[in-house]
Nanobody
């Protein structure tokens, strides 16, 4: 079992920045791909950014150049740095751990990000 706890969400104005954190209950990054997803009201959950167990990163087109995903292995924490935020970034953001090769999947409880116009 893996527990994930997100933090860092909040209310910010358009153009502002936030940094989300996801702390894992144990050291998993060598065996899990980590991802940040978001879900806006009435929409499906979508992948925002991911970082593989090898450290490769990928981003949704809508956030490229504005968001950055990183990890601190010693702190068992994955971060999502969000810059130049837009109202359309408003959503609940979730952290996910996907095991390789087990494919076990774990989710955090989510953190709300609201961007005011």
């Amino acid at each position: 079992q893996v527990q994930l706890v997100e933090s860092g969400g909040g209310l910010v104005q358009t153009g502002g920045s936030l940094r989300l954190s996801c702390v894992a209950s144990r050291s998993i990054f060598s065996f899990y791909n980590m991802g940040w997803y978001r879900q806006a009201p009435g929409k499906e959950r979508e992948l925002v950014a991911g970082i593989t167990s090898a450290g490769s990163t990928n981003y949704a087109d809508s956030v490229k150049g504005r968001f950055g995903i990183s990890r601190d292995i010693t702190k068992k924490t994955v971060y999502l740095q969000m810059n130049s935020l837009k109202p359309e970034d408003t959503a609940v953001y979730y952290c996910n751990a996907l095991g390789t090769p087990t494919r076990n999947s774990y989710w955090g409880q989510g953190t709300q990000v609201t961007v005011s116009s």
